[in-house]
Each structure stands twice: as C-alpha cells, then as structure tokens.
C-alpha cells in the first residue's frame, strides 16, 4: 500500500536554529497539508499546498515557517528560527485531485527544541 | 470556514459495550467528513469517510459512522467495543477547497 513517509522521525535542535521536515508525498498526490501536534493534544492545521504555492495557511503559519517542493519530489516545511513552543509532532498529509478520496498521513516527526 | 467539535475529552466504555464518539461539524455547502484514529507514538490512521449517499457508513474494524444533516453531526459508532479500540480519536470536515479541519480529539479507554 502507497505510504507517506516523513523524515527525519525525530529531530532535536536548539532554539534559534533552523530546521526542515522532510515528506515524500505518495506519487499520484497533488494536495499536501502540514499539521502540528503538541503532546497528543488536538492536531492543529497548519498550511496547504497546491500547484507549487500554498493554497491556505492558520494563524500559527508565520513568517518563521515555509514551505517548498524543490525536486518535485519531496515537500519540505521548513521553521528559520525554532522556539521552544514550536517543540511538536508535525504531520505530513497528502491527498490525491479527487474531492472523494481521504487524505494520507505520514508517521510524523518529533520535533524537540531544547 | 469549517469547523470540528468533538465535545468529550474523554469516553470509557467496558469490553463488549457499543461506544459513541460524539462529532459535530460546521461548514458551508456540502460536507466531507472522516474519522481518524491515532494509537500511541503513530500518525492518524483513516477509518471512514462521509461523502455522499447512505448516512451510514461502514468504516475499518468494525467502527461506523452515522451522518445526521439536521443535527450536523457525525457520530462514531461501534456495536461492541474491545480494549484493542483504545485510542485518540479524530473527526475532521473538509470543504471544496480541499483543506480539512480537526476536532480537538476524544481518548477512547476501553476496560476489560
């Protein structure tokens, strides 16, 4: 079965630093999502992808948050400057162009800003 | 824009009880609704969707889901529970334009 895989599944960095997330999205997909989630808490939507530009983002997406599809491959969400607050898991969900079908989701990465 | 509520925290239920997970939803135009379900240290896991057609709808492991339009809500469902059902469950809407939104999350206990 086609997954979604995310990397790298755990990441500790210090605060100030910047860091990516990496997601391979499953290949015939064209919507990509970024979600949050503090603790096994509520998971918080964060930003949407579509046709190379991001479609939505939340109030939390700021400007120290981006994101990028370089290769065509891999879609990155990338924080310039971490804060302890930012200490999550963040997933990856990916959606294929068809309003029927359900979104796929990563396993996630752990974030941990010390 | 769209909205999830999922207005317990927390449902415990005995072995071989039926359980509820209570969803309830708020969206403009026509609703596409799911349920996931998160077991620990794993991502969210599809169980069922809601498009279009019969209200209820039949998803993994013996959950169903019954869309009730008057009430907007989506409750999950399952006749008899088992303690391998413990989980944090999800209800998410989406909208036309394809961003979807999650309820806060409900943590299913399921006790022998």
């Known amino acids: 079965e086609p997954e979604v895989t995310q990397t790298p599944s755990h990441q500790v960095t210090q605060m100030g630093q910047e860091v990516i997330l990496r997601c391979v999205p499953i290949?015939?997909?064209?919507?990509f999502y970024w979600y949050r989630q503090i603790l096994g808490q509520k998971v918080e939507f964060l930003v949407s992808f579509y046709n190379n530009e991001i479609s939505e983002k939340s109030e939390i997406f700021d400007d120290q948050f981006s994101v990028e599809r370089p290769d065509g491959s891999n879609f990155t969400l990338k924080i310039r400057s971490t804060k302890l607050e930012d200490s999550a898991m963040y997933f990856c969900?990916?959606?294929?162009?068809?309003?029927?079908?359900?979104?796929?989701f990563g396993q996630g990465t752990r974030l941990t800003v010390v | 824009a769209q909205s999830v509520a999922q207005p317990e925290d927390q449902v415990n239920v005995a072995e071989g009880n039926p359980l509820t997970v209570k969803c309830t939803y708020s969206?403009?135009?026509?609703?596409?609704l799911f349920w996931y379900v998160q077991y620990p240290n794993r991502g969210l896991q599809f169980l069922l969707k809601?498009?279009?057609?019969?209200?209820l709808v039949k998803g993994s492991y013996g959950f169903e889901a019954e869309f009730n339009k008057s009430q907007t809500s989506f409750h999950l469902k399952k006749p008899s529970a088992l303690v391998s059902d413990s989980a944090l469950y999800f209800c998410?809407?989406?909208?036309?334009?394809?961003?979807?939104?999650f309820g806060a999350g409900t943590r299913l206990t399921v006790k022998p």
């Open positions: 969206v403009s135009g026509n609703p596409y």
């Open positions: 809601y498009i279009t057609g019969d209200n």
């Open positions: 998410a809407v989406r909208d036309v334009k394809l961003d979807m939104r």
């Open positions: 969900a990916t959606l294929r162009q068809d309003m029927n079908t359900e979104a796929f």
């Open positions: 290949s015939n997909h064209l919507y």
